[in-house]
């Protein structure tokens, strides 16, 4: 729920952020008796867990907020703002899509110190061509003038932008909330192609270290500059999952690997059942992402830990049926490969690709 | 669809943030298609215009995002965060109210400089409070840390805090888009206790000047401190519009009074129709927001746009069901009176009751 790699490179902050996380959704658990009966009442699993869909008269929806956090710098930086749309739609309908959910309608939110229509603008038409990618209608907007209550870089006009998706539970469809991983099955990996919008805040902290206030100008390596290729727009995954649970591929889980890295978002997959994985054969991260781990020094587990590096999504389902998950992934344009399998040991086991390429084991 | 308080006094920047609604609306209205014969397709009007719901097999669902602005400054000010959450649940909520929607959940996204507990506690138990006025589930949540994207006042945690609320429209209801708005049916408008969460930048303005940085201590004459008056949580009144609609009550339009005041958000109750109404009776400001309007010497006409002035959500109906309308609000604790009649001339007449009570034409 908390959403920080400011924090996460300190272990008590880390432990705020969860503290945090818990005590809100303790209260807002406490309103879920407010539906009892009626329409938009939370659904709960066999186990008792909240399984983030609400009962809508038969028909299950889910409802999921995030933002673009400290990526907005970088458009800032570098005046490009026509991107972020793609990093707003990844994070919240790849988070329904994680739910075994199809993403329908989403509305968002700018907070602005003061407007300038041709940001306003370039956002919203960046945000009209994810849409379309994601196949869904953008149905509300707000933009509210906060003044000084909003800060960023240069004397552009700063904002920051978030947004609430909300998707269906196909009738024929079980949610993937964990109950039907098992050992054996495959994990196939998702290829991501930068940062998403996680991790920025570590990633400008090592960049202005080594190149200065201005290192967003400064040429990354891979015939971009640094500017540019942390800008690199999220792809977005929803459709992949959508046609493959149409197509009746049998998938049993899905992570979005956002803050927390692959073993955390892929250890909710797994909780459930208490079951483990072995990852050894994962996406190796860009170029570019290398380039700022060794510019850093970045520890594997820390870097595994801040970005996705370069596996931006993963899912599980019987392994028989992983080859056809990859065949039809890759028709629609996706890099996906088997990255590796589900194991009884309840312990992620992740080979690394990283600077330092290792083994990292998450309990 | 921008929230602003600062630019409302100048003609230049209003037209600014009306250009940059429309030109997001434009945006977001291209995307409508992408839902076509799908779930989640936006509902259009007999007349073409958008009808703020979404069609999902024929359940037929709402969605609308909004924050609680810069009032957040008053409750940094007071150390005092339980009460923000009846203006968050109010500015989403009753926004659904107004198209005859009813609310069922809410998520909401908190941005925030750096975490306190405590805090984030508060502001939690305050929105569990208001969603229990409300009757929704709240089911979702992000807190994201902006470091110094997020400013505020003093040294505490300084935060922006906005929501998404989604609703349904009972399927033996009709939406309240103004088609059956006529002359001669009453207005009916319901009290408001402050400020709700509207012309706030105004508000500490004219109170910085006159009282200095310090002006939440300063007395407000009604034997509470400034702070606490502008503090006011905002009334919800989507349970009423709900159990009216439930009961029968023939509502034909309603106005959730926001930004733009009386004026411009009744006008949209009327546009539908090209009628006018006859505003002779609305309700009084309270006492510190009269103190408020005298100690700025604001004129009567910027005071109504940007303020609520005493009326928080203004309803249309056949005369004869207004008594009975009165009566149920009454029983349900709300104050509500008939406070004029639709009128077929295409120009709202507001007989205004602040400092210097006159007559307000708006066409």
Redesign the interface.
Known sequence: ????D??AQSGL?TK??D???R??????K??????AG?????IFKAEGGFS?L?D??G?R?A?????V??K??VAERLGVYDTLGYDLVAMTCDDLAAAGV?P??L?????VDR?D?RV??AL??G??AA??V???????????????????WGSGM?F?W???A?G?LPADQEPLDGSAVAPGQAVVALRSRGLRSNGY?LARRLLAQAHGPDWHGVPSGDGRSWGEALLTPSLIYCPLITELRRRGVPLTGVAHITGGGIADNFARVLALRGLGAALDDVFPPQPFVLALQALGGVPEAQAYQLWNMGNGMLFTLPAEAAPEACAIAAAQGYQARIAGAVTAEPTIVLDTRGCQPGRLLHR
Chains 1, 2 share one sequence.
């Open positions: 729920m908390v959403a920080s400011e924090t902050d705020l952020g503290t945090c996380s005590t809100a959704f303790g209260w807002a406490k309103s879920f008796g407010n539906r009626r329409m938009g009442f939370p983030n609400m809508f008269g028909l929806l409802m999921t907020s995030d933002g956090g400290t907005v710098e199809e329908v309608n509305s968002n939110i700018l907070d407007l229509e306003v603008d919203m038409r945000l009209h849409a379309e994601a196949g869904i209608a953008v149905v509300g907007g707000e933009i509210a003038e906060l003044g000084e209550r909003i800060g960023g700063h920051n978030c947004a609430t909300i269906v805040s």
